[in-house]
């Protein structure tokens, strides 16, 4: 048990879980490939025409997994800072750090698709309906989130600071999620569910969770390529960054 705590504990360490993060990296970048191809090949050209939507329907295939994503990245964020929080850990910040720009691309990328999903299903580009709404919240809480900590020279006290932020933002996540029980809205419910058969066919449901797992294989290579990057930027000081530069050169 304690040589399993001792080992976390060295991958927590920045100049350990450097090199871990570079190797792991690319089969990310390869899974999000494969996975990407696949489900677009099953969205755009496997999956039928739906009965009520038509073709427009297979804008979902982008937007119900940037949706999911932009929920679970906030939520791992929020994690990563709460433990640097509470632990003081130089890693957790910066992974929280990493994770915030993927996440308000989701969340953007959710919003966008939703729009010119909205146009021809509603007749309009956006509504101030429950779940939209707490969406563009999440988007603001991303960036509120980065803007916190770009200004903040010190990166441990930005990283306290975005924190707190991403900590108070975690009610929102539970709001987006049940806003539609919640709420009389116009967005419709949720037709994937853990609790009850899928209220689709099977090749649209495939689609659906091919490309959430392209999203989510891509949001992991991306945050293992920008923890990277941070960590030479705050590490710069040290003896390891000083000589793998000088491997490097």
Known sequence: MSNGLVNWFKLASPANFYPIAGKLQPWFWLLAAVFGVAGL????????????????????????????MSMVIYMVMAAWAG?????????????AQALAPTGALMAFLSLWTGSF???????????????????????FLYLGFIALQAAIDDP?????????LALVGVVNV????????????????????LTRAPSMAMTMLWGM????????????????????????EREGHTEWVRHLAEVRV
């Not at 969770?209 to 941070?230: E, G, H, N, P």
Request: aromatic residues 16%; glycine residues 6%.
């Open 83 to 95: 433990i640097g929080l509470a632990l003081n850990t130089r890693l957790s910040g910066m992974m």
């Open 41 to 68: 090949w099953v969205s755009f050209f496997v999956a039928p025409t739906d009965a009520t939507q038509g073709e427009g329907y297979r804008i979902i295939f982008v937007h119900v997994p940037a949706s999911w």
């Open 174 to 193: 539970p709001i987006i999620y049940f806003s539609v029980k919640w709420w009389n809205t116009l967005h419709q419910g949720s037709s994937v569910s």
């Open 117 to 139: 999903w909205g146009k021809p299903m509603w007749g309009t580009w956006w509504v101030w309906d429950a779940r939209i709404t707490s969406e563009l919240i999440l988007f």
């Open 209 to 232: 969770l091919l490309m959430a797992l392209c999203f989510w294989m891509y949001s992991i290579a991306m945050t293992l390529k920008r923890v990277r990057t941070i960590i030479l």
């Open 156 to 164: 441990r006290r930005a990283d306290k600071a975005g924190a707190v």
